[in-house]
């Protein structure tokens, strides 16, 4: 059988077309930024936003906008203890304080309660996650901001495709980012996507992407990022993006058959998909039920041993080196995002994936959880 990758993209020669015509012929000009702002304007459109500023990454994106808001040292900035690191590493880029909030025991996403117990006179915007594509409460959320005047910011870098109450994944709060990591469901190898409606806002963020000068000027009034992103990038990401509803289709096929798989077992979790969520599943996680008495340290060594791959569920942000490593604190604080995190893991999501594939590994993590020889 043929190896089995974790995780990687689905490119054709449409992608190849695009990028070619980027190489040949957007240098000079007008052209030099062809690709970017196509990209952008459709990429708008499509999640119902007015303005797009395309990044280098996810969490530039992040930054961007934290900065273009305002956040300063000392405020507060609230987000899921669960998350990658990128979501929470921007807050600290300006200075400001990171506050861990619990996640949902359903859907993994922060906890509206938890929000509203973290906020302070110091708290300045809320940062809500959805994770592996799925989507939190956020009637909930936006009701909470309004009434203590604090920005709402999507990090939707795992959930193009997904919908809430039929609204794109990338429409909600006073921003949006997303990723296209060579991970995510569709890549420009390595970027981003900042989404706005608020014209001042967006036009602030322009000017902090490229070293504080107008466009067209090289007279810089104020000292702040190189976030612009490449043509060349911006031809794949387009093409890419042409191919959404194929590549999200295939990530829900993946997750189904993973689902289908195990579906005789009982006490086993994988990504959620509420009545009024559709999920686009960046990634299949599979959380173990008490029942199971597993970690994921130990189903990840296992897999690792018969050279299957996955990755470990989202550690806690508030065990990390990074911010201080407090677990005991960190358990008081969040224990959903320890226990969820403690016993969960992610499948192969790789655009390339067949079905014997996904089988065969099934069978392989069956016999790990009957602790029968692999």
């Known amino acids: ?67 273009g808001l305002g956040i300063k040292e000392g405020d507060e900035v609230i987000v899921p203890d669960c998350t990658w690191i990128g979501t929470a590493a921007p807050v600290v880029y300006q200075r400001a304080i990171p506050v861990f909030a619990d996640i949902d025991e359903y859907d993994w996403c922060i906890r509206c309660d938890d929000v509203i117990s973290k906020i302070t006179s110091k708290t300045k915007a809320v940062i809500a996650v959805d994770l592996y594509g799925n989507m939190p409460n956020f009637d909930s959320l936006a009701d909470i901001c309004n009434k203590n005047n604090l920005f709402l910011i999507e990090d939707a870098a795992e959930a193009l495709g997904s919908k809430y109450n039929n609204k794109p994944a990338g429409k ?5 980012t997303f990723s296209f990591h060579r991970t995510k469901t569709i890549t420009t190898g390595e970027g981003g996507m900042l989404l706005l409606d608020d014209e001042k806002l967006y036009q602030r963020c322009k000017f902090l992407r490229d070293h504080g000068r107008s466009p067209g000027s090289y007279f810089s009034t104020e000292v702040t990022f190189k976030y612009m992103p490449s043509n060349l990038a911006a031809a794949l990401g387009y093409a890419q993006f042409k191919r959404l509803d194929e590549l999200v289709n295939k990530k829900r096929w993946i997750w189904q058959s993973f689902k289908n798989n195990f579906s005789d077992m009982t006490d086993l979790y994988f990504n959620p998909e509420p009545e009024n969520v559709f999920n686009g599943v960046w990634d299949t996680a599979m959380v173990f039920g008490y029942s199971h008495n597993l970690t994921k340290a130990y189903v990840l060594e296992s897999l ?33 995002a320890y226990s969820v995190s403690e016993r969960g893991i992610n499948l192969p999501c790789s655009l390339i994936l067949t079905k014997d594939q996904i089988d065969f590994m ?3 993590l069956r016999k790990i959880i009957l602790r029968q020889n692999v």
């Not at 909600?172 to 949006?176: A, L, N, P």
Request: proline share 6%; aromatic share 14%; hydrophobic share 35%.
């Open 362 to 364: 099934s069978e392989v």
């Open 1 to 67: 059988m043929q190896e089995i990758y974790m995780c990687g993209p689905d490119v054709t020669e449409y992608e190849e077309k695009i990028v070619l015509d980027a190489l040949r012929n957007c240098w000079y000009g007008k052209q030099a930024y062809y690709y970017v702002e196509l990209f952008e304007k459709e990429f708008a459109e499509y999640h119902r936003r007015q303005y797009a500023l395309m990044t280098p990454n996810c969490t530039s994106a992040i930054h961007l906008l934290l900065s």
């Open 172 to 176: 909600f709060g006073i921003g949006s």
């Open 304 to 336: 690792n041993k018969a050279n299957m791959p996955s990755r470990p569920f989202f550690y806690p942000l508030s065990m990390l080196p990074a911010f201080g490593g407090n677990v005991v604190r960190g358990q008081q604080n969040c224990p959903v």
